[in-house]
Nanobody
Framework: QVQLVESGGGSVQAGGSLRLSCAAS????????MGWFRQSPGKEREGLAT???????SYADSVKGRFTISRGNAKNTLSLQMNSLKPEDTAMYYC????????????????????????RGQGTQVTVSS
C-alpha cells in the first residue's frame, strides 16, 4: 500500500523559513512526477511546485523565488524549502506522487491537484504569524 508522509511543518514568524519533507513508502517504482500543494479551510487547493524524476521543476507565481522543490537521493523523497514566509502562506501542505508508472508526460501544477492521477499524504500544518 502506497503511503506518503509529510513532516516539517510548524509555526514561524513572517520572514522566516521552514523545510518540509515527504517520504513515500510502498512504491514499487520511482514516481515520475512529485509535487506540493496546500489548502486552507474554505479555500480550493493551490498547487505550489512540481518536479520530475529528471529534475525539471515548475512553480506557481505565488511562491516563485521563495520556495524551492527538490528530490532526495532516496527513492521517492521530496522536500520543499520555504523562505520569506508570509501570513498568507498559512495552510495545510501536502505532497503528491504519481499513481501510475510512467516515464514522461504531464507534470504541471494543475496535474498534481487531481486525485485521480496522484496519491497524497495527510498533510503538515504551516502557520505564519505577522
Amino acid at each position: 500500500q502506497v503511503q506518503l508522509v509529510e513532516s516539517g511543518g510548524g509555526s514561524v514568524q513572517a520572514g522566516g523559513s521552514l523545510r518540509l519533507s515527504c517520504a513515500a513508502s510502498g512504491y514499487p517504482y520511482d514516481s515520475y512526477c512529485m509535487g506540493w500543494f496546500r489548502q486552507s479551510p474554505g479555500k480550493e487547493r493551490e498547487g505550489l511546485a512540481t518536479i520530475t524524476s529528471d529534475g525539471s521543476t515548475s512553480y506557481a507565481d505565488s511562491v516563485k523565488g521563495r520556495f524551492t522543490i527538490s528530490r532526495g537521493n532516496a527513492k521517492n523523497t521530496l522536500s520543499l524549502q520555504m523562505n520569506s514566509l508570509k501570513p498568507e502562506d498559512t495552510a495545510m501542505y501536502y505532497c503528491s506522487a504519481d499513481r501510475a508508472v510512467r516515464r514522461g508526460g504531464s507534470c504541471h501544477i494543475p496535474w498534481i491537484l487531481d486525485d485521480r492521477y496522484n496519491y497524497r499524504g495527510q498533510g503538515t500544518q504551516v502557520t505564519v504569524s505577522s
